[in-house]
């Protein structure tokens, strides 16, 4: 069992930038891939950014290349998204998820074990 607790959301301007971190409890954690998704008011959850068990294979959704970055400290259980240059289409609610390998559909949901309750950024333009 996992849980994920995600901080650092909160309002900014556009432009701005933001650090996410996601807390994962279990002497697991360095073993699971993790990912970060979120989902916009009336909007369908979506893939953000992926990382596998020891960060050398990342993945991002078109919409954050060279924008945002996905990094994890195993030591500390913890996974971390960097935005930068944040725009209003950014705005949602941010989630952390984990699961146990690094599947090949990793933009679905559904391949996903463990969630987090979400942390809310909003983005002003």
């Known amino acids: 069992q996992v849980q994920l607790v995600e901080s650092g959301g909160g309002l900014v301007q556009a432009g701005s930038s933001l650090r996410l971190s996601c807390a994962a409890s279990?002497?697991?954690?360095?073993?699971?891939?993790m990912g970060w998704f979120r989902q916009a008011p009336g909007k369908e959850r979506e893939f953000v950014a992926t990382?596998?068990?020891?960060?050398?294979?990342?993945h991002y959704t078109e919409a954050v290349k060279g924008r945002f970055t996905i990094s994890r400290d195993n030591a500390k259980n913890t996974v971390y998204l960097q935005m930068n240059s944040l725009k209003p289409e950014d705005t949602a609610v941010y989630y952390c998820a984990a699961a146990p390998f690094f599947a090949r559909n990793y933009t679905l949901v559904g391949a996903w074990s463990y969630w987090g309750k979400g942390t809310l950024v909003t983005v002003s333009s």
């Open positions: 990382i596998n068990w020891n960060g050398d294979s990342t």
């Open positions: 279990g002497r697991t954690f360095s073993r699971y891939a």
